[in-house]
Structure formats: structure tokens, C-alpha cells
Nanobody
Framework: QLQLVASGGGLVQPGGSLRLSCAVS????????IGWFRRAPGKEREEVSC????????NYAGSVKGRFTISRDNAKNTVYLHMNSLKPEDTAVYYC??????????????WGQGTQVTVSS
């Protein structure tokens, strides 16, 4: 059974950086795309980014493009979300998830618990 554990959240000042990690267990990560989502208070869940199983294809929401970078280390069964130039509106609980596919754009079947990111001075 595929399991995901997100970590790395915290409190950061505007303009700062954080790196989130998504540790995957129970399967070989090589076969799965991984996505990052976030849910801010009072807002709907938003897909932030996705990376294909090979890492060749990456997608980003317009709100984070140019500031966030998704990457993966299949040998470590871990996917990362590097977040730079953080803004208060990036404050949310961040989740990682996986579809039953190697490609992005498919329904997500597996979800990890969230990690809180708070951007505030």
C-alpha cells in the first residue's frame, strides 16, 4: 500500500524559503507521478505542482510558477517542493498525493497528511 508523509513546513517570513519533503513508502516511487496540493483557510484545495515518474514533466499552478520548484529523488523515495519568495498568501496546509499512474493529470488516489506552512512577519 502506497503511503506518503509530508514534512518540512513551518513559520517563515515573507520573501523567505522552505523545502517540503514527501517521503513515499510501500511501493517503488519510480512508477508514480506525485503532486503537491494546498488548502488555505476558507479556500478550496489547490493543486500546486506535479512531477511525472521520470521527473521530465513538471506542472505548476500560475500562482507559484517561477517561485516553487518540484523535484524528486527516486533512489530516496522522496519528492521535494522548493518554495522561494514566499508570500503571506502561500500560507496553507500542504499535502502530497499520488495517482495510480506515472503521469500527471490523473485522479489522485493516495494522500498524505498535511504539513502547515505559515508565511508571516
Amino acid at each position: 500500500q502506497l503511503q506518503l508523509v509530508a514534512s518540512g513546513g513551518g513559520l517563515v517570513q515573507p520573501g523567505g524559503s522552505l523545502r517540503l519533503s514527501c517521503a513515499v513508502s510501500g511501493v517503488t516511487l519510480n512508477y508514480y507521478a506525485i503532486g503537491w496540493f494546498r488548502r488555505a483557510p476558507g479556500k478550496e484545495r489547490e493543486e500546486v505542482s506535479c512531477i511525472s515518474s521520470s521527473g521530465v514533466i513538471t506542472n505548476y499552478a500560475g500562482s507559484v510558477k517561477g517561485r516553487f520548484t518540484i523535484s524528486r529523488d527516486n533512489a530516496k523515495n522522496t519528492v521535494y517542493l522548493h518554495m522561494n519568495s514566499l508570500k503571506p498568501e502561500d500560507t496553507a496546509v500542504y499535502y502530497c498525493a499520488a495517482p495510480r499512474d506515472s503521469r500527471c493529470g490523473y485522479p489522485y488516489n493516495y494522500w498524505g497528511q498535511g504539513t502547515q506552512v505559515t508565511v508571516s512577519s
